[in-house]
Structure formats: structure tokens, C-alpha cells
């Protein structure tokens, strides 16, 4: 006879799980004593499993629960477990000593048995790669669908304010006047003067390769003038502006405030997001125009200092280069690009749900479609200009 005790920790005035084996008569006879409770389990969990492994010489075994105390389902399961693993393995089981508590526990135990492991399926990994392009084909369609009926409800808002220009918020509109474009004026100067200063730079070292340096001024004022003053302006504003649009309408959408604007009878729309179209509209077009000077200025001080050519010789030859459509395709741009941006921050705004988590969620979401639409926008008229011979 072989007789084994493993103790378990469990709570204090609780008698310790244990297990007593008994190998001599051919048969295996298992004897549960103290709680078998899911306090206590664990050590008695790896000595049932040991049972298993070791596989009995005998062919029977017998697993007694009279003297066991507290059984709780994790017991319960513990046990079910062993017994079933014996008998896969051709050993008959029984199981001894319960009462009617226990044999209830037990059919409780039976109707949840243990689960099987989830195989994960494998994939086609084509089917796979076409399941994420549709859903994401379909996410763009929803969006761009969400974003044509608030581009509607914005239309509708500007009918009203023709219609009655006593429902424009004066007070709030050059507030984002001065908060979108001249709060914006000293960061625009600077990096379009940087910009243009490089692009003269890195056009004078390789135009001059060719001995065609002069043609330089050439290059700042058409490439300033029809794209990058407007895009680069476009992107700033959408970095900031947008984003101040999109944090401002979230936190008050999360404050409930628009919810307390329409118990009051007022529009959000009128309150909220025109005023800061219609300021955006005003603004972008003269922070390109000043981003436009301020990237030829960039761009004469690097053709003053390397090309050796005086301020009189910069101002001939940049009228020579460029004519108004080359100042004017830029300008075009502008407000569409005002819209574009001022509609995707505020509807990001609008979309945001209760958490302060929404809200960053979706400035940078806004900031990110807003420059992805700018880039759209600005390829698709510089085709269009180019269509038509402008």
C-alpha cells in the first residue's frame, strides 16, 4: 500500500486538501480528503494529472469523495477531468461516496463539459487581402456618403443665411477670422520664406550645372506661385485650424452643449460651423496671397546673395517669368480648399461620442483626411489647368 499527502494552502480553519492512493489489488483506489474547494485545488489539480501520466497497471480505478469535506465545481470538475481521461485511455472509472448535493454538483458539471480548443481556420490568404480591400472600399463609401450629407445640411444652412442675413453669427465669424487667419500670419511668413529660400537654393546648384542659373527666379515664381504657396498654406491651415475646429466642436458635443444649443431652439450649424466655413473662406485665399509673397521674397534673397543679381534685375525677370494665371491658379484653389477643410473638421467634431479618447481620435483623423483631400484637390485642378492651357 502506498499511501501519498499533498497539502494545499487554503483559507485558515479549513482542513487541507490531500489525496490517498492505494495500488495493491490489482485495483487503483484514489481517496479525496479535506476541502476540495477552488481555494484549494491547484496542487491536487497537478497530482490528478500525474495519476493520469503515470497510467496505472491495473485496469480499474476508484475514486472515493466520502471523507472529502467543501467540493465546489472546481473540484467537481477536477474530477469529472481525471475520470474521463482515464477512461480514453481503455481504464474503467467509478466514482464513490457522494451524497445527493454531490451528484447534483456532478450533473451540473456533466451538461458544461470541457471545451474544446479552438482551431484557428486557416485563411486563403487572396480571399483575405480581397475581404480588407471591400471592407475598406466600403468604409470610404460610407464616408464620403456621411460627408456629402453634411456638406448638404452645411448648403442648406448657407440658403438660410442669404435668405435671412440676420441669422449670420457676426460676433463668432470674426472671432475665427482672427483665430484661423491672423493668429496664422507670423508661422505662414516663416516657413514659405524658408521654403522659397530652398527651393532657389537647390534650383541655383542645379540649373547652374547647365549654365542656365538665371533661369532660377523662373522656377521660385512658377512653381511658388502655382503650387506650393497654396499647398503648403492649405496644409498648415489643415494642421491647425482644422484641428482647433474638430477639438472645439468635440468638447463641447462631449460637454453636451449642442445637445443644450437645440433644447435652446438654436442650429448648430448656424452656430457652430458656419461661421467657421465662411471664416476659413475669407482667410485661406489672403494667407496664400501673403505666402506667395513672402516665398518670392525667400527666393530673391537667395538669388541676391548667390546668383549675384541685384533686387531691380529679381523684380524684371520674375514679371518676365510669370503672367496673372501664374498668381491667380493659386488663388482658385483657395477657397475650395477652404471648404474642403472647414467641412471635414467640423463634421469630424460633431462625430465625436462621449470620451475624452473621441476626441483625439478624430482631430487627428480630420487632420489626416483634410491633407489627403488638399493633395486630391490640388492634383486635380493642376490637371485641369493644364487641360485647359492655363
Same mark, same amino acid.
Given at each position: 500500500?502506498?499511501?501519498?499527502?499533498?497539502?494545499?494552502?487554503?483559507?485558515?480553519?479549513?482542513?487541507?486538501?490531500?489525496?490517498?492512493?492505494?495500488?495493491?489489488?490489482?485495483?487503483?483506489?484514489?481517496?479525496?480528503?479535506?476541502?476540495?474547494? #477552488?481555494?484549494?485545488?491547484?496542487? @491536487?489539480?497537478? +497530482?490528478?494529472?500525474?495519476?493520469? =501520466?503515470?497510467?496505472?497497471?491495473?485496469?480499474?480505478?476508484?475514486?472515493?469523495?466520502?471523507?472529502?469535506?467543501?467540493?465546489?465545481?472546481?473540484?467537481?470538475?477536477?474530477?469529472?477531468?481525471?475520470?474521463?481521461?482515464?477512461?480514453?485511455?481503455?481504464?474503467?472509472?467509478?466514482?464513490?461516496?457522494?451524497?445527493?448535493?454531490?451528484?447534483?454538483?456532478?450533473?451540473?458539471?456533466?451538461?458544461?463539459?470541457?471545451?474544446?480548443?479552438?482551431?484557428e481556420a486557416r485563411v486563403n490568404p487572396f480571399i483575405y487581402i480581397a475581404g480588407r480591400t471591400g471592407d475598406g472600399l466600403?468604409? #470610404?463609401?460610407?464616408?464620403?456618403?456621411?460627408?456629402?450629407?453634411?456638406?448638404?445640411?452645411?448648403?442648406?444652412?448657407?440658403? +438660410?443665411? @442669404?435668405?435671412?442675413?440676420?441669422?449670420?453669427?457676426?460676433?463668432?465669424?470674426?472671432?475665427? &477670422?482672427?483665430?484661423?487667419?491672423?493668429?496664422?500670419?507670423?508661422?505662414?511668413?516663416?516657413?514659405?520664406?524658408?521654403?522659397?529660400?530652398?527651393?532657389?537654393?537647390?534650383?541655383?546648384?542645379?540649373?547652374?550645372?547647365?549654365?542656365?542659373?538665371?533661369?532660377?527666379?523662373?522656377?521660385?515664381?512658377?512653381?511658388?506661385?502655382?503650387?506650393?504657396?497654396?499647398?503648403?498654406?492649405?496644409?498648415?491651415?489643415?494642421?491647425?485650424?482644422?484641428?482647433?475646429?474638430?477639438?472645439?466642436?468635440?468638447? %463641447?458635443?462631449?460637454?453636451?452643449e449642442i445637445d443644450a444649443m437645440r433644447t435652446l431652439g438654436l442650429d448648430p450649424m448656424d452656430m457652430l460651423v458656419v461661421?467657421?466655413?465662411?471664416?476659413? #473662406?475669407?482667410?485661406?485665399?489672403l494667407l496664400t496671397f501673403l505666402a506667395d509673397i513672402t516665398g518670392l521674397i525667400g527666393g530673391g534673397v537667395v538669388a541676391?546673395? %548667390?546668383?549675384? %543679381?541685384?533686387?531691380?534685375?529679381?523684380?524684371? +525677370?520674375?514679371?518676365?517669368? =510669370?503672367?496673372?494665371?501664374?498668381?491667380?491658379?493659386?488663388?482658385?484653389?483657395?477657397?475650395?480648399?477652404? @471648404?474642403?477643410?472647414?467641412?471635414?473638421?467640423?463634421?469630424?467634431?460633431?462625430?465625436?461620442?462621449?470620451?475624452?479618447? =473621441?476626441?483625439?481620435?478624430?482631430?487627428?483623423?480630420?487632420?489626416?483626411?483634410?491633407?489627403?483631400? #488638399? &493633395?486630391?484637390?490640388?492634383?486635380?485642378?493642376?490637371?485641369?489647368?493644364?487641360?485647359?492651357?492655363?
Amino acid at each position: 500500500m502506498q499511501r501519498m499527502r499533498t497539502p494545499a494552502q487554503t483559507e485558515a480553519g479549513n482542513a487541507p486538501a490531500s489525496l490517498e492512493i492505494d495500488r495493491s489489488g490489482g485495483t487503483l483506489r484514489v481517496t479525496a480528503h479535506g476541502d476540495w474547494t #477552488v481555494r484549494s485545488v491547484m496542487a @491536487i489539480d497537478q +497530482r490528478m494529472r500525474m495519476l493520469v =501520466s503515470e497510467m496505472p497497471t491495473s485496469r480499474e480505478v476508484v475514486l472515493d469523495i466520502t471523507d472529502a469535506g467543501r467540493l465546489d465545481t472546481a473540484g467537481a470538475w477536477i474530477l469529472r477531468r481525471t475520470l474521463e481521461e482515464f477512461e480514453l485511455h481503455g481504464v474503467a472509472c467509478t466514482l464513490t461516496g457522494m451524497d445527493e448535493d454531490e451528484k447534483t454538483l456532478f450533473e451540473k458539471v456533466d451538461i458544461c463539459p470541457i471545451p474544446e480548443p479552438e482551431i484557428e481556420a486557416r485563411v486563403n490568404p487572396f480571399i483575405y487581402i480581397a475581404g480588407r480591400t471591400g471592407d475598406g472600399l466600403m468604409a #470610404v463609401m460610407g464616408e464620403g456618403l456621411r460627408g456629402i450629407d453634411f456638406f448638404g445640411a452645411v448648403c442648406l444652412a448657407l440658403v +438660410r443665411l @442669404i435668405w435671412q442675413p440676420r441669422r449670420l453669427r457676426l460676433i463668432p465669424l470674426i472671432h475665427h &477670422i482672427e483665430r484661423s487667419g491672423l493668429d496664422a500670419v507670423p508661422l505662414i511668413c516663416l516657413l514659405t520664406g524658408l521654403i522659397g529660400a530652398v527651393v532657389a537654393q537647390q534650383g541655383a546648384v542645379q540649373l547652374r550645372q547647365f549654365g542656365a542659373d538665371v533661369f532660377t527666379v523662373n522656377l521660385v515664381a512658377i512653381i511658388f506661385l502655382r503650387e506650393v504657396g497654396i499647398l503648403l498654406t492649405a496644409i498648415i491651415v489643415a494642421g491647425r485650424s482644422g484641428s482647433a475646429f474638430t477639438a472645439e466642436i468635440g468638447s %463641447m458635443k462631449m460637454r453636451e452643449e449642442i445637445d443644450a444649443m437645440r433644447t435652446l431652439g438654436l442650429d448648430p450649424m448656424d452656430m457652430l460651423v458656419v461661421p467657421r466655413v465662411l471664416a476659413l #473662406v475669407i482667410t485661406l485665399p489672403l494667407l496664400t496671397f501673403l505666402a506667395d509673397i513672402t516665398g518670392l521674397i525667400g527666393g530673391g534673397v537667395v538669388a541676391v546673395t %548667390m546668383l549675384n %543679381m541685384s533686387p531691380e534685375s529679381y523684380l524684371v +525677370r520674375l514679371q518676365e517669368a =510669370s503672367d496673372f494665371w501664374t498668381f491667380g491658379v493659386g488663388l482658385v484653389k483657395a477657397p475650395f480648399m477652404a @471648404i474642403a477643410i472647414a467641412l471635414i473638421g467640423c463634421r469630424a467634431g460633431m462625430e465625436v461620442t462621449g470620451s475624452a479618447e =473621441s476626441v483625439g481620435t478624430q482631430t487627428t483623423r480630420s487632420v489626416v483626411q483634410s491633407i489627403f483631400v #488638399v &493633395i486630391i484637390l490640388d492634383a486635380f485642378f493642376a490637371m485641369f489647368f493644364t487641360a485647359i492651357g492655363v
